[in-house]
């Protein structure tokens, strides 16, 4: 019963991953010829602010170097290496080396010889490492091409001439002032921005999906780890350990032929399940699954996908495949050898997939809002839990002795998983109301529901209730017991929140405060007409009460009105960490001070499904279609200036909608978040001073 009790820790824990995307670096190209068919090939980074890469020459247990690879081609031969620019050279806090970084602009130079007069192109593939003061992103690869043409008209120029003349140049380039447009929003990018859109085409949508945080994937495979964990202790499952382990020992010629033999079967489990991670992946690719978080549409078929695992695990029926699957598998792994080993895996699969199917499809339904190689991860951490106690049984054969008899306590295991399915189902159901803002599923009637499910819950722990299938409870466990004490406690804390408590402990869940039947608490009586006639014209009460503007212009012209700095909150209705910030962090007395009464907060939803107005309706940079929503709109903004669709992410700018310092992120920590809005503040009075 200690393994159930891991699982309620999988069910808060896995709805909050969340793809922070990012993509910092953009690479152009050009060429120069300095010579009798000799030329420069010429790389320019531009890094954004804040990020750095690496020199090619780091130290052993370094960052990975940045590094470049020319094809090899009869129609031309490298001459020397990639040369570099000087870059900084630190003593690195975090490697605890010292280390050779390039921030900002980074030129890098490679001399060729041309062997052909034919028209031809180089296609340079870089690959680097980005990182900030806080974290690193994967390491990654991009191309750059250079296209030679037939008649190139020559133009002898020295090399280092053509660095520095090209360093001046995008700094000449980032010097220009963002231009200013009638709606003062989705033109917001400036001149080498827009060059590098019409010509590299660097930011796009499926560039951005790529790019998921090597913490997010390690959570998400420890969760799916658990997740198998969970599954072992499934009826379908557990009594098919000790059965498969005693077959390959026992058949065996040897005792270390049987462990061979359980190896491979547990290494073909997990082949088996990342092949189905790798399905998912290619069928509906990054861009599909980067846009699950908020697609209502999918978030109403993961709700009534859940809804069916939910009744599964409880009892009403149970999802079985094909019988003449099953058959022909039977007879593929009475052929024998590594081939018959690989059938018997699958057989397991197959075999199990009523108790383990609702567990990998909430797993995928997981990995799949983070994009990328998720569902790869999910599986390979779900399918080494499963495999594992087969080859560590087959290698300690006394080990299975230890374990416990099966019995009616494996569908008890079954069942409490329903109730997890189908307390997270109403989470899906929730997004797809915030998105569409319908208000049907308010804070008081989602809180209601999961109240609802978790007193049954602690009912059936607690041997009250019995489902038809179950196995008569004599007496509870103290396992038992105390599962049913821990979820009857959650229940009671709960309880509050239909009146206007915060529940921090579960915030991102439920839906805000302020989408609620009763946004100032229940016994309220400040009527919405005193709160209108305080807050100024366009705005609304926001999270916490704080004045709040939804509309861009608005909230800029009242900003200077008032001679205050702004804040954009880049948000979105279905961003569990956006509600973490507003519930934990905001209502924090200094943080909420600041937040009311120093700066104009604009908060731009980017999942907001209100259609624009007809002549605000713009064709997108990003992707060549009109953009017809509001939240898209947002969302063009953010990735187009700030180069991420991460959520939250907070700006501070002064009236001429200039940063005024680095933008932040998630952040959890109320003091550091408090020292982030109070550095925008002071330079916002300091460039006033000076004008």
Same mark, same amino acid.
């Given at each position: ?22 993509? +910092? ?26 990020? %750095? =890469? ?5 130290? &052993? ?80 690869? &991009? ?32 010097? =220009? ?61 557990? +009594? ?11 058949? !065996? ?30 069928? *509906? ?91 790869? =991860? ?23 002795? !230890? ?64 489902? !038809? ?5 004599? %007496? ?45 608490? *229940? ?42 700095? =702004? ?60 953009? &017809? ?63």
């Amino acid at each position: 019963m200690k393994k159930i009790f891991l699982f309620i820790a999988i069910f808060f824990a896995i709805s909050n991953l969340t793809a922070q995307i990012y993509d +910092p670096v953009s690479f152009t190209s050009s060429i120069k010829e300095i010579g009798e068919n000799k030329y420069t090939l010429i790389i320019t980074a531009k890094i954004d602010k804040g990020w %750095h =890469i690496y020199s090619q020459n780091v130290p &052993k247990d370094g960052p990975a170097p940045t590094s470049f690879t020319f094809p090899k081609s009869k129609n031309f031969k490298t001459i020397g290496a990639v040369v570099e620019p000087e870059g900084h050279e630190v003593d690195d806090p975090v490697f605890q080396m010292r280390i050779k970084y390039f921030a900002d602009k980074a030129v890098f130079t490679q001399n060729i010889e041309r062997k052909s007069a034919d028209a031809f192109a180089i296609n340079a593939t870089i690959f680097f490492m980005v990182c900030n003061d806080n974290s690193c992103l994967p390491p990654t690869e &991009k191309e750059v091409k250079f296209t030679f043409k037939k008649s190139d008209i020559p133009v002898k120029e020295d090399v280092a001439a053509i660095a520095s003349k090209e360093l001046k140049a995008t700094k000449e380039a980032d010097t =220009i002032t963002r231009q200013e447009t009638e709606n003062n929003t989705t033109n917001l990018v400036t001149v080498s921005e827009k060059d590098t859109l019409k010509n590299q085409k660097n930011i796009t949508e499926k560039q951005v999906a790529k790019a998921v945080s090597d913490d997010s994937l390690w959570t998400l495979f420890f969760f799916s780890f658990l997740g198998g964990l969970a599954a072992l202790l499934t009826p379908c499952v557990f +009594p098919m350990i000790p059965m498969t382990v005693s077959f390959f020992t026992k058949q !065996s010629k040897n005792k270390a032929v049987g462990i061979r033999n359980a190896i491979l079967y547990g290494i073909f489990i997990i082949v088996i399940y990342v092949i189905l991670g790798s399905l998912v992946t290619a069928l *509906f690719g990054a861009d599909a699954l980067n846009a699950l978080a908020t697609n209502v549409v999918f978030n109403i078929v993961f709700f009534l996908i859940l809804i069916v695992f939910a009744l599964s695990f409880l009892g009403a029926f149970e999802i079985v495949l094909p019988s003449s699957w099953m058959t022909k598998v039977d007879q593929k792994s009475e052929v024998g050898g590594i081939v018959g080993i690989f059938f018997m895996a699958l057989a397991l699969a197959l075999v199990s997939f009523s108790c383990t199917g609702p567990i990998v499809g909430t797993l995928l339904v997981q990995a799949a809002s983070q994009a990328g190689i998720a569902p790869i =991860i999910g599986m390979l951490g779900f399918s080494l839990a499963i495999a594992l106690p087969f080859a560590i049984f087959a290698a300690f054969p006394g080990w299975m002795n !230890s374990l416990p008899k099966s019995g009616g306590w494996l569908n008890s295991v079954k069942v409490v998983l329903g109730f997890l399915e189908l307390a997270l189902a109403f989470k899906f159901l929730s997004n797809a109301d915030l998105v569409l803002q319908l208000h049907l599923l308010e804070r008081e009637v989602f809180l209601a529901i999961w109240i609802a499910i978790f007193t049954v819950l602690a009912f059936y722990l607690f041997g009250k209730i019995q489902l !038809s299938h179950d196995t008569p409870v004599t %007496h509870i466990s103290v396992g038992r017991l105390s599962l049913g004490i821990i979820v009857l406690s959650f229940v009671v804390y709960m309880i509050p929140g239909l009146w206007g408590a915060p529940l921090q402990y579960i915030s991102g869940f439920p839906p805000a405060k302020q989408y609620s039947e009763s946004p100032n608490g *229940f016994g309220n009586t400040v009527s919405s007409n005193t709160e209108k006639s305080s807050l100024p014209e366009g705005a609304e009460n926001g999270p916490n009460g704080i004045p709040t503007f939804h509309n861009y212009d608005e909230g800029l012209a009242y900003a200077k009105k008032v001679n205050k700095p =702004i804040m954009i909150d880049f948000t979105g209705y279905a961003c569990v960490n956006c509600r973490k910030m507003e519930e934990r962090v905001w209502p924090d007395p200094k943080v909420l001070n600041v937040l009311n009464n120093d700066v104009v907060l604009i908060s731009l939803y980017v999942d907001d499904k209100r259609p624009l107005p007809k002549e605000e309706q713009v064709v997108s940079k990003i992707t060549g279609k009109v953009l &017809k929503f509001t939240g898209q709109k947002w969302s063009e903004l953010q990735i187009l200036k700030y180069k991420t669709n991460a959520q939250p992410y907070y700006v501070l700018m002064d009236h001429n909608q200039d940063d005024l310092n680095k933008p932040s992120a998630y952040n959890p920590d109320s003091n550091g978040y408090y020292e982030w809005l109070q550095e925008g503040i002071r330079n916002f009075k300091n460039n006033n001073i000076v004008r």
